[in-house]
DNA sequence: ATCTCAATTATTGTTGACAATATATAGCCG
DNA sequence: CGGCTATATATTGTCAACAATAATTGAGAT
């Protein structure tokens, strides 16, 4: 139940695999617009393969909810309606609630002190605001990894962070960041790390909960823009 | 996000998707044992189809985790070790814990209606024992399925009984039906439902993850078997 | 006899062509 | 002029052959 193999020497990489990073970045990174037909043949020529390994792809693509395909109508980009966002924060609530109250029984003290590190590093890239609020996110989501990976269960590591990352990661570009929730969020993360230190599993989770719910919030909050589900 | 379309008119079966079905079928079922190594050509032609739509299946289980592959090295049936089993009760704790939760602000009284039948009907099932444990099983999933669909979140639904329906029934058939767990089981199912009428979200959702923990924690006490991991 | 290495075999990855289905276009009828 | 049907086009589903990689077998040396 490996994520990724990060550290095997003579991984080798297929056609397919590449097409999937490719695939990915292009709509996470808003190359490709939720909702976005996604034709093999063009997908095929613009990536230089044959549409074999691009359907591969796709196919791995819908099962990390990136891509809808309906059977001989095609594939299309994710459009989440507002609905399916507010879901997706139920769902991250109760996986990393569970995340949080087991790193509490199993992380240990050097990766303690890693989580430390890393939330010294944002209050200083939230101190001097000119930091670019992407790498804040992309911190901001490693906290939530790093209590994953802590959390000893690897299915739960890889629910969250493989099959939904790139989902959160495009959802959140345009929610996070509303004024005062990046030092907010901060302060929740510090209270997380402290359940985790004294051990209190029962606590990190509700802690973990309510930090989720509050991004909850601020999304069910928000006008329900266009929906195109 | 639609787990299958049930009720889709002309729902155009695909080639893939019947060898999804009957691959499935075939390992739950146990004609392909754990671990065994799947060859795509020996596959193509028990299914009387070609490696295409094949492998379209086989990458759609790996997806479910029925199956585990690694590139130019093939695929196999999944082997749980005890720990992963273990981690897979400790993820279906985290979302039926939420489901209970979300599904007492949203279960309908028709819902409500169907799910004490249910539970009756498990009951009797008991008392006559002979009554195959083949149907109780299912049945006690419908149980916990019934309760998804209530909470009213497609995705934690999919999540829960499409992307792991299968692995859980593979998995359950040798370790459910201990000696007192049936009765035991058919009161803490009661208990859930108590707590959904009477709109207790907080008291539902302690009540299936002590349920769900009960029988992780009867896996956990069982030797751990021959571990081909 | 056992280990190492090379050649062979088998299996997976990839490709382009063909078939079946769905979408778009144009013509017809009311 | 609007809605419907039939044709035409485009897109997805399926197949069989080819290329690249991994697993296996056998020979040779120590």
């Known amino acids: 139940m490996a994520a990724s193999r990060p550290n095997s020497p003579a991984s080798t990489t297929t056609l397919a695999d590449r097409i999937l990073a490719d695939l990915t970045a292009a709509i996470v990174e808003g190359d490709l617009s939720p909702g976005e037909k996604l034709r093999e043949p063009d997908l095929a020529r613009r990536f230089g393969t044959s549409r074999g390994p691009l359907r591969d792809a796709l196919r791995r693509l819908e099962s990390r909810r990136l891509v809808v395909a309906t059977p001989n109508a095609g594939a299309r980009v994710v459009s989440l309606s507002h609905e399916q966002l507010l879901a997706l924060y139920e769902l991250r609530e109760a996986l990393e609630g569970q995340t949080?109250?087991?790193?509490?029984?199993?992380?240990?003290?050097?990766?303690?002190?890693?989580?430390?590190?890393?939330?010294?590093?944002?209050?200083?890239?939230?101190?001097?605001?000119?930091?670019?609020?992407?790498?804040?996110?992309?911190?901001?989501?490693?906290?939530?990894?790093?209590?994953?990976?802590?959390?000893?269960?690897?299915?739960?590591?890889?629910?969250?962070?493989?099959?939904?990352?790139?989902?959160?990661?495009?959802?959140?570009?345009?929610?996070?960041?509303?004024?005062?929730?990046?030092?907010?969020?901060?302060?929740?993360?510090?209270?997380?790390?402290?359940?985790?230190?004294?051990?209190?599993?029962?606590?990190?989770?509700?802690?973990?909960?309510?930090?989720?719910?509050?991004?909850?919030?601020?999304?069910?909050?928000?006008?329900?823009?266009?929906?195109?589900?």
């Open 100 to 229: 949080a109250r087991l790193a509490a029984e199993r992380i240990s003290a050097a990766e303690l002190g890693e989580l430390e590190r890393l939330l010294d590093t944002h209050a200083a890239e939230i101190e001097r605001r000119h930091g670019r609020e992407y790498f804040r996110q992309q911190g901001d989501l490693d906290f939530h990894f790093r209590i994953a990976k802590a959390s000893g269960n690897a299915l739960l590591y890889d629910t969250l962070c493989v099959d939904h990352y790139q989902l959160m990661r495009l959802y959140r570009t345009k929610f996070s960041n509303r004024f005062g929730r990046p030092n907010r969020a901060l302060a929740e993360h510090r209270r997380v790390l402290e359940a985790l230190k004294d051990r209190d599993g029962e606590l990190a989770e509700l802690l973990m909960r309510r930090h989720i719910r509050a991004a909850r919030d601020t999304i069910a909050a928000e006008p329900p823009s266009t929906d195109t589900t």
